[in-house]
């Protein structure tokens, strides 16, 4: 998940990178979708996958909701038992204009954004020199670099954490997506206001373009090549991937077989996108290449040349952190070296999803039963999660006909009074572990915030569940692991002492409790009122002068001028403040560049607010030492609260925070 990072940030429980852009994107149940009848495979167990059955189940499937949802176009591609069972292209790649014609979505011709699968092409290069031994998985990623890190933290990073998002970085939305590929540098992308590590390395799943962008530099340097140079000649060409790149632009024989993309299929088409570290999600390809890289990942004969010799990529597909750094949240779903663990009906699935700002794509292979789907979209489509349920549903969907449940699910394993104990433990407000903490960018928690309750007396209660937008309950079903009531997700739970730590709810995220301090029920009021209290003294004002002019009532004593006026300033001064960091949050939440100036701006305004909390101060008292009537001591005494709090917000949320990077 590349892009939708504002999403994803915002609201962990929908969709995201967040999310934006080049990020997996977090999966959610899939809703209800109609499939024509086939022949039922050997044993009974569901429909046999042949090309005349998928593709009676596809064209089933996407014309409808491609047309129900607003999405241009779709290109999809299905294999299995070592070949391309089929390729299938849905709507349009150009939806045309007054001049042109309608262009229909040819999947071996057309190039979709690929966003965070990309990451698969970087993991992947990353094992090919573990493989050759030029790379070591374990030692400490400042190795090989030409520049420091930034770290909070004593223990190393490594490939293995940058490649399982535990390195412990906070997010970044800067640079991550535009439209002018003028001075393109991954080095100078990586080392220009790098995020700060937030997080003890190995020890939290939280998704990071940044990370993995990392990856992508490390193979530059170890490999001495340029890194789209390095994946297009030994993984794309290699897997007989021709119509591939992670060229920005695209080079000139491909331009003209780039899809366009749309916020909805009846908007216009959007220009070019640049993702700023290409090894994080610039991948353009057609389906065909994709399914190609599929069979590659499963072992199968493709291209020239195999990828990864079968012990990498055996090692490259198994979870690559366990208890000794994760604790239980080793119990829940992990990252392999680069893939999500997205597991359905009992069998072994790896994925990983993609957003740009307007493309949206999911690939998945079964390595045990060596098949795989790749599904890619053009739009965003009329709903904010018009594209995620589309894909959901489509990747679900193929599971569940295909590769229907083994049996039933497993039984409780936990007595009903420990996991009454374990529920109460985790009780309480959570937020997501894919959050930026150091600057004022920290507020973007305050939403999508996610409540858990005990029900039944030992269930827990999500209020939204887990990469969804509606309740769900959980039960546990073995010690600090917990499995959706009526459904097959699980989650896991790391707790210290009476505390819980974290809930690993998929591979590289997890839900971290929120601070007393920084509840919402408590952030929330004391901004609001605060506001309304400031607005309605600004208000004041006007109607203060206008009431004594038409009554003729006596100027206000000159006692206290000083310290009414520059309460006024503070006043002034803090709701600026605010109006500014909404106009800037909101800016970059929709992926565009604020200056610094703009953002210094914001900080001093909110500065001399905090520091009016003096002469609102003095202003009180003297009020109260000249006995002025109560209801003027009543309105000092609530300026005074409402500048108090909102310079408490300020602080508690980093608004005033040196670093202004984001």
């Not at 299938?88 to 190039?111: E, F, K, N, Q």
């Not at 069998?347 to 998945?364: A, S, V």
């Not at 594209?387 to 679900?396: C, F, Q, T, W």
Request: proline share 6%.
């Amino acid at each position: 998940m590349l892009v939708r990072l504002g999403a994803t940030l915002a609201a962990t429980a929908v969709v995201a990178a967040t999310t934006a852009g080049c990020g997996a994107s977090p999966a959610r149940p899939a809703p209800h979708v109609d499939t024509p009848a086939a022949a039922a495979a050997p044993g009974g167990t569901g429909p046999a996958l042949t090309d005349t059955d998928v593709n009676a189940w596809l064209d089933g499937v996407l014309p409808a909701a491609l047309d129900r949802t607003g999405i241009a176009g779709a290109t999809v591609a299905v294999v299995d038992d070592g070949r391309i069972l089929t390729t299938r292209g849905y709507g349009h790649a150009d939806t045309g204009d007054g001049d042109t014609g309608a262009v229909p979505v040819d999947p071996d011709r057309h190039l979709f954004r690929m966003g965070s699968v990309s990451k698969l092409v970087t993991a992947t290069a990353v094992l090919q020199l573990v493989q050759s031994g030029k790379l070591d998985l374990d030692a400490d990623v400042e190795t090989y670099l030409d520049f420091d890190l930034p770290r909070r933290f004593e223990r190393a990073v490594t490939l293995r954490h940058l490649l399982t998002h535990t390195a412990g970085f906070e997010e970044r939305i800067a640079g991550l997506i535009g439209t002018d590929a003028t001075g393109l540098d991954l080095r100078k992308a990586l080392t220009t206001d790098p995020p700060e590590q937030i997080y003890e390395p190995g020890t939290t799943p939280a998704y990071s373009n940044y990370g993995n962008a990392l990856a992508g530099y490390i193979v530059q340097r170890v490999s001495g090549t340029r890194f789209e140079e390095y994946v297009q000649r030994d993984i794309l060409d290699r897997a007989g991937m021709p119509s591939s790149t992670f060229e920005q632009p695209l080079p000139t024989p491909l331009r003209d077989r780039m899809s366009r993309g749309y916020d909805t299929s009846a908007g216009p088409a959007a220009p070019f996108e640049i993702v700023g570290t290409p090894p994080a999600g610039a991948l353009s390809a057609p389906a065909t290449d994709l399914a190609r890289f599929m069979l590659a990942q499963l072992g199968e004969p493709v291209g020239f040349a195999p990828l990864l010799d079968r012990p990498t990529r055996e090692l490259m597909q198994r979870p690559a952190l366990d208890s000794t750094s994760l604790g239980t949240l080793a119990g829940g779903p992990r990252m392999t070296l680069g893939f999500f663990d997205e597991s359905r009906n009992g069998h072994r699935i790896l994925g990983h999803g993609g957003d740009t700002g307007y493309f949206h794509t999911h690939l998945q292979i079964y390595p045990d039963d060596r098949a795989g789907i790749f599904l890619s979209l053009n739009s965003n489509g009329s709903g904010a999660l018009a594209s995620h349920e589309l894909r959901e549903s489509v990747v679900n969907g193929f599971a569940d006909r295909y590769f229907p449940a083994r049996g039933g699910q497993p039984t409780a394993g936990v007595d009903s009074a420990t996991a009454a104990e374990h529920a109460a433990l985790a009780a309480g407000t959570y937020e997501s572990s894919r959050a930026i903490r150091s600057n004022f960018l920290t507020t973007i928690g305050l939403v999508g915030r996610t409540t858990v309750s005990v029900a039944d007396g030992n269930r827990l209660l999500f209020e939204p569940g887990p990469l969804s937008d509606s309740p769900a309950r959980y039960e546990e079903v073995a010690p600090w692991v917990w499995r959706e009531v009526g459904g097959q997700r699980t989650i896991a739970m790391r707790v210290a002492g009476d505390r819980v730590e974290a809930i690993g709810f998929d591979s590289a995220f997890a839900l971290l409790p929120v601070e007393p301090a920084r509840a919402s029920t408590v952030a929330v009021p004391v901004l609001a009122v605060s506001t309304a209290v400031l607005l309605l003294t600004v208000l004041s004002w006007p109607v203060g002068a206008l009431v004594r002019r038409r009554l003729g009532g006596a100027r206000r004593d000159r006692a206290g001028r000083t310290a009414r006026i520059l309460s006024r300033v503070a006043v002034a001064g803090t709701l600026l403040a605010f109006a500014g960091w909404v106009l800037a949050i909101s800016s970059i939440m929709g992926l565009r560049d604020v200056p610094g100036a703009v953002l210094r701006t914001a900080q001093v305004l909110q500065l001399v607010g905090l520091l009016g909390v003096l002469p609102a101060a003095v202003r009180l008292a003297d009020d109260v030492r000249r006995h002025v009537g109560w209801w003027k001591i009543a309105g000092s005494a609530l300026l005074l609260l409402a500048l108090a709090g909102a310079g408490w917000f300020a602080v508690e949320f980093r608004l005033l925070a040196p670093s202004i990077s984001y």
